[in-house]
């Protein structure tokens, strides 16, 4: 009994991580879009602006939790949660870093050290993107002949992160010189969202 138990159990992990970076990545959706809120200008952000990136989180997380737990070894279905994660982590990181660094600088901690994850986020997922391209339906390439376009869009977001966090000053001069409109924000941006921290 324990010597089958053991294959069973090999085969079920997958799923249970595929739908759990799944879970994790819709459930995000809920803080991002509370600290989108704090920090708009204009308060709670317009649903049509956020409804594409939420249905494309979704989406991407659902589709390929579904792929993954079934096929665990075909690589579409890992990269599909790859770009669910890295759109989460990029809406999830720019509200707190602008928070952190216009609305109330110095007022939460690692708000500087996160500029290069909020950039580079976007482009990581648009390379797990471009690899669904490239693997879908086989999860092989199309022919050898694409192994330099394999090859440049793997390398791409790896030198964008990498670029970023040597980058001394990440933050662009016309984000960190523009003059926010701090008088027309709501009242509740002001104090932070995070208790303990001020």
Do not use: N
């Not at 690589?75 to 990029?90: F, I, K, M, T």
């Not at 482009?123 to 440049?152: E, H, M, Q």
């Amino acid at each position: 009994m324990s010597l089958a138990a053991g294959p069973a159990t090999g085969r079920r992990w997958p799923a249970v991580l595929a739908w759990a970076v799944a879970c994790v990545t819709v459930a995000s959706l809920a803080p991002a879009y509370r600290l989108l809120s704090l920090v708009g200008a204009e308060g709670s952000p317009e649903i049509a602006a956020t409804a594409p990136v939420a249905l494309a989180v979704v989406s991407a997380a659902a589709v390929g939790a579904l792929v993954a737990s079934r096929r665990p070894r075909h690589p579409v279905g890992w990269l599909l949660l790859g770009v669910g994660l890295a759109v989460v982590v990029s809406v999830l990181s720019e509200p707190y870093v602008k928070y952190g660094l216009l609305v109330r600088p110095g007022s939460v901690p690692g708000a500087r050290s996160l500029v290069p994850l909020l950039y580079s986020t976007w482009l990581v997922g648009l390379g797990c993107a471009g690899f669904v391209l490239l693997l879908t339906p086989t999860g092989s390439l199309p022919s050898p002949r694409w192994r330099w376009w394999a090859r440049v869009t793997a390398a791409a977001p790896v030198l964008v992160v990498l670029g970023f966090a040597v980058q001394p000053d990440p933050m662009p001069r016309s984000t960190s010189a523009t003059p926010w409109p701090f008088r027309r924000w709501p009242p509740g941006c002001w104090s932070p969202p995070w208790p303990g921290l001020s």
